[in-house]
């Protein structure tokens, strides 16, 4: 089975605190088969389970970040319901333009959203 980003992400919580998936999942007032179909891609994680995760592990802003993005990258979406129409305009845009960008172009988009790139 395939792990997914968000699943390698719990794993790594329950490494560092010397836990199984099944203590995870007790903690998280879950079942062990329903996070591990969620660390293998087959659920959903619920708003309230990542909320629970945060809660739980005590997440720092840096790690509620990781969480988030690890959330995103898993199922491959990124929830743009709370960006400003202008932000949501240019957050499709790129979308629908992304397999025509060069390699050298994102290089660049990178750099600019690093802050890496002189504004000029």
Do not use: W
């Not at 719990?10 to 879950?30: C, F, N, S």
């Not at 619920?46 to 995760?53: A, E, K």
């Not at 988030?68 to 845009?93: G, V």
């Amino acid at each position: 089975m395939a792990t997914t980003t968000l699943g390698k992400f719990l794993r790594k919580i329950r490494i560092d605190r010397d836990e199984r998936l099944y203590d995870m999942a007790r903690h998280l007032g879950v079942s062990s088969a329903f996070l591990s179909s969620v660390e293998n891609g087959h659920k959903k994680a619920s708003t309230s389970l990542i909320n629970s995760i945060i809660n739980v592990y005590n997440l720092d802003e840096s790690q509620q970040e990781r969480l988030k993005d690890a959330l995103s990258l898993s199922e491959n979406r990124i929830d743009i319901s709370q960006f400003s129409p202008q932000k949501q305009e240019a957050t499709l845009m790129f979308a629908r333009k992304f397999d025509e960008l060069t390699d050298e172009q994102i290089e660049r988009i990178q750099k600019i959203l690093k802050g890496d790139e002189d504004n000029h």
